[in-house]
């Protein structure tokens, strides 16, 4: 371990803030601003929130004399996405009434609701309690949202392999009570003995940390963009166990080489059960040991790995399991796609997959959507699992329901929302950005849709319009969009400026590269419309834009 005068300041923080309190409960009581005290904005990331300001009306409030319009953004602990429909109704509620009542469903199959004031904390937490839901650990130095393929095919066994994102996420959660004693009233805990966290210690991890499942064929949940990706074996409809995909992530910063975008490295096959858990328990430690704590830019597993080796990394987790990781067992991605529209599930009910641009949850104009959704949830009649690709499923509906939920979804228009949308549309993602991410360089989902609808006339051109191709767009390059994942990605550099990345594949093996650097829209737009063009007339039989540019732009 380092000598503590190293550390990165963060690492103070965690280590002297008694677990995970630090002065929250004093930061909350100040009512002479709306903010929160330094120290304790790194704090509350690990009860799920942080602290954001509206970086539109910045000038405005500074011309008057005004401290920032400061607010909170909270992201709940969904594993696997999955909520009933008393649920979903509370969380409307919540949403309307404490925060901007936009619901945002995130690339890590959760939902985040921005614009909560200070004072409009507690009454969220505890109103999430009531309702079976929690913010822990969803964002900070710890394991954070467990995501979970959305689409098996038809294997009966989906339920089985989304029920260990949840007992992932219980496994790992930390067993300090500050989030239940500051947000929910509990009464302090006097034994310290009772919250010892024989994973976390006191420093927790040196940096964020996720985990994803994905189930062949399907790759939705995009396994090898997670610090560590599982992905499930099946055979004959049983659930032999995952082979474990490490060292993961997306963010790099620009014009600092020593940072990058990174896929998992297999390190082998382990068997379903305690086995799994084992691994995934010391897969933590070795990154909690050997992470670098004193550069939180080369704090991820991926530099770990690379730092130390995969063979290393492997034989430190092997030694602490007690047995070895068998051999990677042979798998097949054909797919990132969500499967939108009606389709019957493994267990003989009926899912809807419903389009939801950029994850936003809302009423606007014509498209009533959120009203929807309350309806549907106050039938009683369905469920719901947000995709990691931001979308909504209508889920375990059962079939003498069916035609009441699709009479809803045809009253308020989201089955001709859904049909109606373009295939490059329903591919897309785009991350917060502009006007709460402090980290935005550019605007991301307030753009998009338009630079979209724009894209789409150019498909029209070339005669491309049904290409399935995945176009994410994110407002730095910490990719929470996952950008560098994608067969086009567009990263911001500046206002109105983005990088254009191509090259991705289709399937989610492998990321994208540079291509071209700061383009305007007009400059965006003429490069494309001049590979589209390449692309009709160049491509082999069946090749993907990705795999196409990935191809002939590139010396390999
Ligand atoms: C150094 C790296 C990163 C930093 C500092 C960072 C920071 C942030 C911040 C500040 C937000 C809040 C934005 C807002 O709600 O206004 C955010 C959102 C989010 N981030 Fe990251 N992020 C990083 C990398 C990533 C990566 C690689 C992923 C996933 C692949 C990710 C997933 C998310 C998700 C799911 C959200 C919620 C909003 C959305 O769906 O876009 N982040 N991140
Ligand atoms: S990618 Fe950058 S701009 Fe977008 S939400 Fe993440 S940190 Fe903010």
């Known amino acids: 371990m380092s000598e503590i005068k190293d550390l990165s300041p963060l690492e103070k923080v ?47 409030r500074a011309s008057k004399k005004l401290e920032r319009l400061f607010s909170f953004m909270i992201r709940l602990r969904l594993p696997g996405g999955f909520l009933t429909a008393d649920q979903w109704i509370a969380l409307h509620e919540i949403a309307g009434k404490n925060t901007t009542g936009v619901i945002k469903i995130t690339t890590r199959q959760t939902v985040q609701l921005h614009g909560m004031l200070k004072s409009k904390i507690k009454p969220t937490i505890k109103a999430f ?123 790099s910063t620009h014009g600092n080489p020593e940072t990058y975008a990174r896929l998992g490295s297999l390190l082998g096959f ?3 059960g305690e086995k799994t858990f084992k691994a995934i328990y010391e897969v933590l430690t070795v990154q909690r040991d050997f992470g670098n704590r004193e550069d939180r830019k080369q704090a991820r597993v991926k530099y770990t790995i690379d ?64 009203s929807a959704l309350l309806e549907i949830a106050k039938t009683g009649k369905a469920s719901f699992r947000f995709t990691v690709n931001q979308n909504l499923i209508i889920t375990e509906v059962k079939s003498e329901d069916k035609s009441e939920i699709n009479a809803i979804l045809e009253k308020f228009k989201l ?6 949308t373009s295939a490059i549309r329903k591919n897309s993602i785009a991350c917060v950005a502009l006007p709460t991410c402090p980290l935005a360089l550019a605007e991301s989902q307030r753009y998009l849709p338009s630079l979209i609808t724009k894209i789409e006339k150019l498909l029209t051109k070339h005669d491309l319009v049904n290409e399935n191709i995945i ?70 039989r069946n090749e993907s834009f990705g795999d196409f540019t990935h191809r002939t732009k590139f010396e390999n």
Not at 26 to 52: C, P, R, V
Not at 483 to 500: C, D, M, Q, R, V
């Open 14 to 60: 965690k280590i002297v803030s008694n677990g995970l309190r630090g002065t929250i409960a004093e930061s909350l009581n100040d009512e002479l601003t709306g903010a929160i005290h330094e120290d304790d904005q790194a704090l509350i990331k690990f009860h799920g929130m942080y602290q954001q300001d509206d970086r539109d009306r910045r000038e405005e």
């Open 129 to 251: 309690h009531l309702a079976h839901l929690d913010s822990i650990a969803t964002c900070g130095d710890i394991n954070r949202n467990v995501t979970c393929s959305s689409y098996p095919s038809d294997l009966s066994v989906h339920l089985e392999i989304s029920s260990y994102a949840d007992k992932i996420s219980t496994l790992l959660k930390p067993k300090t009570r500050a989030y239940y004693e500051i947000w929910l009233d509990e009464e302090k805990i006097l034994d310290k003995k009772r919250e010892e966290d024989p994973l976390y210690l006191d420093a927790y991890l040196p940096r964020k940390f996720k985990i994803g499942i994905g189930i062949p064929p399907n790759n939705d949940s995009d396994v090898f963009i997670n610090d560590l990706g599982l992905i499930a074996i099946v055979e004959n409809n049983k659930l032999l166990g995952f082979n474990f995909a490490v060292g993961g992530g997306l963010a």
């Open 270 to 272: 382990v068997e379903a």
């Open 307 to 370: 730092r130390m080796g995969v063979e290393k990394f492997k034989e430190e987790v092997e030694k602490r399991t007690g047995f070895d990781f068998e051999e990677i067992k042979p798998f097949t991605f054909t797919e990132r796609t969500d499967e939108y529209g009606w389709k019957k599930n493994p267990s003989g009910n009926w899912d809807y997959t419903l389009f939801v641009e950029n994850g936003r949850v809302l009423d606007e104009g014509e498209l009533q959507m959120k």
């Open 415 to 420: 089955i001709e929302h859904t049909d109606s």
């Open 471 to 540: 176009t994410r767009m994110t407002g730095c390059p910490n990719g929470c969009g996952r950008s560098p994942a994608a067969e086009i990605g567009f990263i911001g550099t500046a206002l109105e400026k983005y990088n254009l990345h191509l090259g991705g594949d289709h399937e989610g093996y492998r990321l994208n590269r540079l291509y071209k650097e700061n383009l305007g829209e007009a400059e965006i737009l003429s490069e494309l419309d001049e590979l589209f063009g390449d692309f009709k007339t160049g491509r082999k």
